[in-house]
């Protein structure tokens, strides 16, 4: 899967975030481990949406916050990230 320049300027600058946080402290730990954990994160969203508008994965019809007519774009599913938990079934 190749990622847009959106989603690479992201991740990259998520990863500068997580750099900073290089002491040896709780704080700086947990700060860094949270930083990588968004951009995980992101990329697991993005891999999960990039999936289901290829049909290669179902996006239950239950449970989760998305409208089953809708088409799915970059913008909306970030929007939707941010709304609340989505849910997979990994139907091939």
């Known amino acids: 899967m190749t990622l847009s320049p959106e989603m690479t300027e992201f991740c990259d600058a998520w ?3 997580a750099e900073l946080h290089n002491g040896t402290a709780l704080h700086d730990y947990y700060n860094r481990a949270f930083t990588l954990f968004t951009t995980y994160n992101r990329l697991y969203a993005e891999a999960t949406f ?3 508008r290829e049909r290669k994965i179902r996006l239950r ?4 916050c998305f409208d089953q007519s809708r088409t799915f774009s970059t913008k909306a599913d970030i929007a939707l990230l941010t709304e609340g938990a989505f849910f997979c079934d990994c139907t091939l």
């Open 15 to 17: 990863i500068l975030k």
């Open 50 to 52: 990039t999936l289901a």
């Open 61 to 64: 019809q239950e449970g989760h």
